[in-house]
């Protein structure tokens, strides 16, 4: 079936309508239109859309429980009612450069949260090298402020018993 699946393309009208056990897909690069509700209330609860994707009809996505739509589209067209975001609060995932090009495309400027591929609220993340090789950590990964006298630790990334 799933050769079948990676030469699709086009998702005809309602699809997959009440595919309830559909938790989480991918849909394959090649694929170009997602037809009216072709996932309508489904149990998707993410969902990935492939660069190749040129048309979203309305409905493609519309259910209460989608959590995570990621759209690997880089130029954003207008859609209309792909999801049902007043039932759910789904996150939008998309390319790194394209955020403000989602941000003021109709309907896509409406999910609740945009937010570029592998960024996250953490902010910068820095990280510290030890160049001492002395150190010892325990196994939850804290620095040790004496050489251990007994048990199982972390030396230079590898584990020591003593």
């Not at 090649?30 to 309508?40: D, K, S, V």
């Not at 959590?67 to 007043?86: G, Y």
């Not at 390319?95 to 937010?115: A, M």
Request: hydrophobic share 40%.
């Amino acid at each position: 079936a799933s050769e079948y699946l990676d030469n699709l393309t086009v998702i005809g009208d309602y699809a997959f309508q009440n595919c309830t056990n559909l938790r989480k897909l991918t849909l394959s690069e090649g694929l170009q239109a997602i037809r009216w509700g072709g996932f309508w209330d489904c149990g998707l609860k993410t969902v990935t859309v492939p660069a190749s994707v040129r048309e979203i009809e309305p409905g493609a996505f519309w259910m209460s429980g989608l959590a995570t739509l990621t759209s690997l589209i880089e130029e954003p067209f207008e859609v209309s009612k792909i999801c049902n975001l007043a039932a759910c609060q789904t996150a939008l995932y998309v390319p790194v450069g394209s955020i403000e090009k989602y941000r003021v495309t109709p309907d896509w400027n409406l999910f609740p949260e945009i937010q570029e591929i592998g960024t996250n609220k953490v902010g910068t993340v820095s990280f510290v090298s030890d160049s001492n090789s002395d150190a010892f950590f325990d196994l939850q990964g804290h620095r040790l402020s004496d050489q251990p006298q007994k048990g199982l630790y972390i030396q230079d990334g590898k584990k020591i018993l003593k």
